[in-house]
Structure formats: structure tokens, C-alpha cells
């Protein structure tokens, strides 16, 4: 019964062209080699493996242009181990076609029933197909499932609890196309979009990559909202513990959370997430010192600030010129003079060319005055004083002659604190510097030295100064005046002074209220108090209102130095018609003068 058939199937296999078998387009074998692809098309065959029939070539050559022709010469079946011999057949014996095996046979197996059943060697086709399912097979989202997607995560309010559920029940294949598409997808809402990402990281197969969770920090933070950005640095900050030796979270994904924290005005998470660059595996670089410092100083966290950029100083990472200045003007806003100009000692050694404002304000900072209160005044640590005026001074004599022109500001700086150190030389040789090579100095640099030389009892020399002044084209101001004024009357060089003040009234229509009480306080001290009486007369003549300074003054010299109760109690009268009101103290005072001349007199 088998022979026939197997003489029309050896027939077949040397005559009939190859079929080409169709596999399903969505079955893709993977990771197959040739020598796989060989073994598996064998189980093809219409007989076991223990017969050798030569293959067909056509099938499984492995270029089309191999000759159909070139087939072996040795035997089609071996002979060896009981091998069939069909060369004593006639050609009448076999079948024309392939149709023809199965024509009559009432016991032949169903057309679809490979061969091989019978022998117990070969695998049908269709058996292939089908252990195959499932091995290697790609899922491809249609456009309807992506666009289900972007809709639920743009959508604000329609996602109640988790967002997973949703998601799972999309059936979606992932791959890092969708993730980037999403990511890049606008209006997004960040909530959905952190609770996209967090269900992607638990799909087995996917491979987070720094190009991916970069675009997720991007996608976030330009969105600027506080929540989403906490969110985000709580994700990171699991990514960055689980890949930390993938090296998945990169310094540029950290720098833009900083920028974005920076933003938001909170500069204490800016520096948990500086923190973390070690244990993330991170490479600090320039750009991270100064985010940071910047979001610190923005919130003034100034000390804090500090301790980074010392960090950015001994890794020797200095962002450019423009932002070793803006940290330096931090600095000097927090009044770290000091730090300030270790920092621009550093950009020096760089060879950085800063700009002008930033070196300006190191020369003011260095140059500020501390007041605390009156008590404390001129007890203020003038030793610290004197150095960090000192370092200011360097730094003014490297200005240039173009820089000098614009300097105003820092020069002035010096010279008042050089005054208020009571360093008066100094300060007025740095005068007469301004006067000859610039910059040219206004009426506030004069009115600090003439001041600094008139509390020094160097009128004289105040003097002296007032009158460059006016040769420089300068008017001396009301201010200038008084203070060379009060310094005549400390000397008790009342008749200079009076002559000053008639000078001012001169140049002047209306003196203000601390002329007066400068020569009501001279005279007063000379006991010259019918001058000094007459002089509060003629504050309302020049427009001037006596206040409760000028009068309180002038009663207590009258009573303490004069015992004149009834002049003080004219001026009492005078200041309740002015509306004036006098303190309790100096009433007692005058009515113990009173009782007390009056008991003597008794």
C-alpha cells in the first residue's frame, strides 16, 4: 500500500517546484540562526530523518540564483540498512501529480495530514504554526489605543484613585517610542503623568534610560507646579537608589530640578537634591554649584549658600565670568564681604574678566558701615573695620584708568569708611587721588572728609577743603556748613562760627533746624544764653519752627548754669502757644529752680 506512494512522493521531490509556506504577517521567529532555520524547515519532510534523502535545493538554497539542476550525483536513498530500491519500476507505475497520491485511497490518511504521521518522523506545518504562538511575538499599538492614552493623561478630574487600572485595561505594548511620545505629548497633566511612569518601571522589559527619564523631568518641570515637582524628585530619588550603578539619573536631569526648585522659591529642596548628586553616582560640574547657590540666596539662605560655593572652590568648577559675579553680588547682599572677595580673589587667579558691577559691590561691602544702636555706636569692631577697608584699598589701586572714570561709588565707600575709622589722613589723600586721576568727586566724597576733619578738630583743615570745593565749581550745601559750624563751636570758636552761618544764610534762603541748634548749643555752652535766647527768636523770622530740642536745651542750660527759672518759664510759655509740649522731667526741674531761689530768698 506505502510503496506506491513513495515512489510518487520521490517522484514529486525531483520534478514538482518548491512550495513557498505563508506564515502568519504578526509571527515573527526570534533570535533564530540559520542552522536553526535549516533543522526546523526538516521537519517538513514527507519522511523521517532515518531515511537520507537529499534536500531539495531549491528550498533551501540559500541564494536564488543556485541552479535547480546541481543535484548530487550519489544515490537518492541509501542502501544501506534496508534502503528501498525503485529503479526497476516503470514510469507508468508512479503518479503525474501530486493530487494523484491521495486519488482512490480509501485507507490514505486526510490530505491535510502530513506524511510523517505515518512514520513517525515529521511535524505538519500547521503543528509548526502552532507551537509557535506566543514565542517572540511584538504587539503594535493601533492609533486608537495611543490616542486613548494621551486623552485619559491630558484629561484633569477624570481618573478616580490610581491611574493603573485604566491603563492595564488599554492592553498597550510598551516600548520606549510610546514613553518618549507621551513625554513629548503637551498639556499633559504631571499627576497623570508621574502615575504613567510609575506603571511603566513595574512592566518587565522595559529599559529606563537616561534619554527617557530626562524628558520626564522636562515634561514636569515646565509645567511649574510645586506638587508635580515633588512628585517627580520623590520618583528620582527611588530610580536613582535602584539604578544607581546603570547610571540611569545623569547630572543634567538633576540640574533642571534644581532650576525648577529654584523657581518655585524653594531653595532647601535645591540643596537635598545637591545632596544627592554622590549617591546617585553623579559628577558635580559648574552649572550645579551655581543653581544652587542661586536658588539658596534667593530664599537668603547666605550661610548655607556659602558652604556650597567653598565646595565649588575646592573642586576647582567655576561657572564663567557672568556667574562668578552674580555669586559674588549674593554674597555681598548677605553681607559676606569677606567671602565676597575670597571669591573674587579665586575668578582673579582664573584670569576671569568679572564684570564692573560685581567688583564695585566687593568694594562696598568690604567699605560698609555696622551700626547697632547708640550705646554701640563707636564700639563697633574697628579693628575688623581697618582690615577689610585695607583689602578694599588693594583693590581700588588695581582699577584701571578707564575703570577709575566709573567708580564713583566704591571710592566714595572707601573715604567714608576711612572717615569712620577716624583714618582722616587717609581719606584725604584718597581726595586729592580722585581730584587728580578720577573719578572726579561730588559734594557727598567732600562733605566726608570735612566732616571726619571737623570731628578731629582740624577746622582748619576743613576749611581748606571747602574751598577746593568751591574751586572745583562746587556749591557747599546746607550740610557742609554745619558740620564745619559744630565743629567751630566745639573749639569754642563762636565768632568763626557766626561768621559761617551768616556766609550760609547768604548762599542759602532757608538753613534747616540743626544750624541753629548747633550755635544754640555753642552759645549755651559758653553760657551765652541772651545770644542763644535771641537766635531761637530768629528761627521764625528765616521760616525755621523751633523744636522740643532747641527749647528743652536751652531751658536746662538756663536752669542748671543760670539758675534763670523765669527765662526758662518764658520759654515754656512760648513753647505751649507753639503747641509744643514739654517733658515732665525738665517742668520738675524748672519748678525746683523756682522753689529753690524762692526758699533762699525767704
Given at each position: ?5 513513495a ?21 515573527q521567529v ?5 542552522s536553526?532555520?535549516?533543522e526546523?524547515a ?14 531539495n ?7 536564488s540564483a ?23 519500476l516503470?514510469?507508468?507505475?508512479g503518479f ?18 502530513g ?17 509557535g ?5 511584538l ?14 493623561l491630558q ?12 491603563l ?7 516600548d520606549s517610542?510610546?514613553?518618549m ?6 498639556c499633559t ?6 502615575g504613567?511612569?510609575?506603571?511603566v ?12 527619564l530626562?524628558?520626564l ?60 548628586f ?9 552649572d550645579?554649584?551655581?543653581l544652587?547657590i542661586?536658588a ?6 547666605y550661610?548655607w ?17 557672568a ?11 548677605g ?9 573674587y580673589l ?31 555706636y563707636?564700639e563697633?569692631?574697628?579693628e575688623?573695620?581697618?582690615e ?8 581700588l589701586?588695581?582699577f584701571?584708568?578707564e ?23 587717609r ?13 572726579p568727586?561730588?559734594?557727598?566724597v ?13 577746622t582748619?583743615e576743613?576749611?581748606s577743603i571747602m ?6 565749581g562746587?556749591?557747599p550745601?546746607?550740610?557742609?556748613y554745619c ?21 550760609a544764610k547768604?548762599k ?5 533746624p ?11 555752652k ?15 523770622q ?22 534763670d ?16 509740649a ?9 519748678a ?5 531761689q524762692?526758699?533762699?530768698s525767704?
Open positions: 500500500m506505502w510503496r506506491p506512494l515512489r510518487g512522493a520521490l517522484r514529486y521531490r525531483r520534478t514538482a517546484p518548491p512550495r513557498q509556506l505563508l506564515l502568519p504577517v504578526n509571527l526570534a533570535n533564530q540562526t540559520p536553526s532555520i535549516v526546523s526538516s521537519r517538513f519532510s514527507f519522511f523521517p530523518s532515518a531515511y537520507h534523502f537529499h534536500q535545493p531549491r528550498l533551501f538554497s540559500s541564494s543556485e541552479s535547480r539542476g546541481d543535484l548530487p550525483s550519489e544515490p537518492l536513498i541509501s542502501q544501506a540498512n534496508g534502503g528501498f530500491d525503485f529503479s526497476g516503470n514510469e507508468s507505475d503525474e501529480n501530486e493530487d494523484s497520491i491521495f486519488d482512490g485511497a480509501a485507507d490514505t490518511p486526510d490530505a491535510n495530514q506524511f510523517g504521521d505515518l512514520f513517525g518522523g515529521s511535524v505538519a506545518a500547521d503543528e509548526v504554526i502552532e507551537s504562538e506566543g514565542v517572540g511575538l504587539k503594535e499599538n493601533d492609533a486608537e489605543k495611543v490616542q486613548n492614552l494621551l486623552s485619559l484629561g484633569s478630574g477624570i481618573i478616580h484613585g490610581s491611574i493603573e487600572p485604566y492595564e485595561a488599554m492592553d498597550l505594548a510598551l517610542d510610546l514613553v511620545r507621551v513625554l513629548q505629548t503637551p497633566q504631571g499627576e497623570n503623568v508621574i504613567f511612569f510609575r506603571w518601571l513595574k512592566k518587565r522589559g522595559f529599559v529606563l534610560t537616561s534619554q527617557v530626562n524628558e523631568v522636562r515634561s514636569i518641570c515646565t509645567q511649574n507646579k510645586r506638587r508635580e515637582v515633588y512628585a517627580l524628585w520623590d520618583l528620582i530619588n527611588e530610580v536613582g537608589e535602584k539604578e544607581k550603578e546603570k547610571g540611569v539619573v545623569s547630572s543634567e536631569c538633576l540640574n533642571e530640578i534644581i532650576v525648577e526648585l529654584s523657581k518655585l522659591g524653594k531653595g532647601k529642596a535645591a540643596l537635598e537634591v545637591f545632596n544627592k554622590e549617591d546617585f553616582g553623579c559628577a558635580s560640574n559648574a550645579t554649584y551655581y544652587t542661586e539658596l540666596c534667593k530664599r537668603s539662605f550661610s549658600a556659602w558652604s556650597v560655593c567653598e565646595k565649588m572652590l575646592a573642586a576647582d568648577k567655576l561657572p564663567d565670568a556667574r562668578m559675579g552674580k555669586i559674588i553680588s549674593y554674597l555681598c547682599k553681607g559676606m564681604a569677606k567671602d565676597a572677595h575670597l571669591v579665586y575668578a582673579k587667579d582664573k584670569k576671569m574678566n568679572l564684570p564692573r558691577s560685581s567688583i564695585n559691590a566687593v568694594v562696598s561691602s568690604l567699605c560698609q558701615v555696622e551700626k547697632t544702636n547708640k550705646e554701640t563707636g563697633i569692631n574697628k575688623l573695620d581697618r577689610t577697608v585695607s583689602l578694599a584699598l588693594e583693590m589701586d588695581e584701571s584708568a575703570d577709575r572714570k566709573h567708580a564713583i561709588k566704591p571710592f566714595s565707600s572707601v573715604i567714608r569708611k576711612l572717615c569712620w575709622i577716624e583714618d582722616v589722613d581719606a584725604k589723600k584718597l581726595l586729592l587721588e580722585m581730584i587728580e586721576s578720577g573719578p568727586p561730588g559734594n557727598a567732600f562733605n566726608f572728609v570735612i566732616n571726619g576733619l571737623a570731628k578731629s578738630e582740624k582748619e576743613a576749611l574751598k577746593t570745593m568751591e574751586s572745583r562746587l556749591r550745601d546746607v550740610y557742609t558740620v564745619i559750624m559744630s565743629g567751630l563751636a566745639r573749639a569754642g570758636k563762636m565768632d568763626e562760627a557766626i561768621k559761617m552761618f551768616d556766609e547768604k542759602h534762603s532757608k538753613l534747616t540743626v544750624a541753629y541748634h548747633t550755635l544754640i548749643r555753642g552759645f549755651c559758653l553760657e551765652q544764653f541772651d545770644k542763644a535766647v535771641n537766635l531761637l527768636g530768629e528761627m521764625r528765616h521760616g525755621v519752627e523751633p523744636k522740643h530740642d532747641e527749647y528743652n536745651k536751652l531751658i536746662k542750660s538756663l536752669c542748671f548754669k543760670a539758675l527759672w523765669e527765662t526758662a518759664e518764658k520759654l515754656h510759655e512760648d513753647m505751649n502757644s507753639n503747641g509744643i514739654l517733658n515732665s522731667r525738665t517742668k520738675a526741674l524748672i525746683a529752680v523756682r522753689d529753690l524762692e526758699a533762699g525767704a
